[in-house]
Structure formats: structure tokens, C-alpha cells
């Protein structure tokens, strides 16, 4: 497709359960990007993909936090047993060339409520 | 390490010109820029590359200091719908892109 396509749009979780948020990059996007966006609007930046090989991870919370992307299959960032801080939008991005020189198109998020 | 961007706020009447900072303590490859209106997805206005070359929107206009590690977005005859949080976002050579904590433009009629 031709847009960064995320869902689901809004997702309410109670505190304890699990989040699972998807992404479908543009076709022959081979990065990907998964940022936390909080309510004082800072990027936090969680992990990228280069096709389906994690490229960065330094941003994930690893003990609740996972994210994979398969072939043939959006992207999805999992969330195990959701705090009340995890509350936040999710973007994903994907661009078609190495993150730093090229650029990126982000989808419309994911707001997940955890209360 | 985040960039930090200047001013946090900036008021407009339409038609007036600002001129928003971002620099960093780091050496840069690239320094991105992107609006983001409330309530939606970033949108991508500008990159600028180590080396000089740039690509982005006809009507923003942006420079990159490579040695001081600063970049400094124009925008010019502001119109109301360049209200928005601009931000600005540095790679360097850990490949990760840092944003910073934007600047709230709002352009009055």
C-alpha cells in the first residue's frame, strides 16, 4: 500500500493485560520504526527493523515490551501485562532506505489507554 | 542524546516569517524535520544530508551547520496550516533518529 497502515486506531487495555498493535509498511519499505508518543508529545524512540531483522532495540522496555516483523505479515509490537504508563499513542514508520538518510512516513497511531 | 530545539512556542499572525532551531551535542549524518498537527501522524517536511544536500517541501526552507551541529528551519508567509508541533530529528551514527520536544507554532488570521 501506499500509506504506513496501523490498527487498531484505539485500544483499551485494563492494567495486568496484554496490548498487541500492528503495521504494514509501504510496499518495499525495508525499515521499520516503532516510537511511544506521550502526552507531553516526546518521541520516544522503541526499536527498528530492517525487513524482518531487528536493527535497533535500545529502546525497548525487553522484560514486557516485543515486536516482530515477519515476512508477509504486519509488523506488531506486543506488550505483556500493560502498565498504567504504557498509556501513550504508538507510531510505526517505514521508509525505503537506511533511517538516517532518507525519509520516513509514519502512520496514524495507535492510542492505547490502559486503565 | 535528544536535540533541543528553540523556541518551545511560537505565535503567528498569517503571513509573518519564524525560524525554528534544533541543535545537538553529537556529530550529525542528517537532521529531519516534521510537523505534526494534533491528534495526527507526523508528516515529513525536510531532510538535510552531511555534505550539503537537501530534499523537501517547495515552500520551507531549512540549513544545516555541520560543524556547530545545528539546523534552523525557515518558514516563510506563514499560512494557517503550517500551525502545528515541528520537529526536529538527528541521526547519527548509532542510526537511530532522536527527536526532539518540538515547537507549538500557532499562526492567527
Known amino acids: 500500500g501506499e500509506e504506513v497502515a496501523q490498527t487498531p486506531k484505539h485500544l483499551v487495555r485494563g492494567e495486568g493485560q496484554k496490548a498487541k498493535l500492528y503495521c504494514a509498511p509501504i510496499k518495499g519499505h525495508s525499515y521499520v520504526f516503532w516510537y511511544q508518543q506521550v502526552l507531553k508529545n516526546e518521541f520516544k524512540f522503541l526499536i527498528s527493523f530492517q525487513n524482518e531483522n531487528v536493527f535497533d532495540e535500545t529502546g525497548m522496555p525487553k522484560e514486557r515490551f516485543s515486536a516482530k516483523c515477519l515476512p508477509n505479515s504486519p509488523c506488531s509490537l506486543e506488550i505483556q501485562a500493560t502498565k498504567l504508563e504504557d498509556s501513550a499513542v504508538y507510531f510505526c514508520?517505514?521508509?525505503?532506505?537506511?533511517?538516517?538518510?532518507?525519509?520516513?512516513?509514519f502512520g496514524q497511531g495507535t492510542r492505547l489507554t490502559v486503565v | 542524546q535528544q536535540p533541543v530545539q528553540s523556541p518551545q512556542a511560537v505565535i503567528l499572525r498569517e503571513g509573518e516569517d519564524a525560524v525554528i532551531n534544533c541543535s545537538s551535542s553529537?556529530?550529525?549524518?542528517?537532521v529531519h524535520w516534521y510537523r505534526q498537527k494534533h491528534g495526527e501522524a507526523p508528516v515529513f517536511l525536510m531532510i538535510?544530508?552531511?555534505?550539503?544536500e537537501q530534499k523537501g517541501h517547495e515552500k520551507i526552507s531549512a540549513s544545516f551547520n555541520e560543524k556547530k551541529q545545528q539546523s534552523s528551519l525557515y518558514l516563510t508567509a506563514s499560512q494557517l496550516s503550517y500551525s502545528g508541533t515541528y520537529f526536529c530529528?538527528?541521526?547519527?551514527?548509532?542510526?537511530?533518529?532522536?527527536f526532539g520536544k518540538g515547537t507549538l507554532l500557532t499562526v492567527n488570521p
Open positions: 553529537k556529530a550529525l549524518y542528517s
Open positions: 538535510l544530508l552531511k555534505g550539503g
Open positions: 530529528g538527528t541521526g547519527g551514527s548509532n542510526y537511530k533518529l532522536t
Open positions: 514508520a517505514s521508509s525505503q532506505r537506511v533511517w538516517w538518510n532518507t525519509e520516513a512516513f
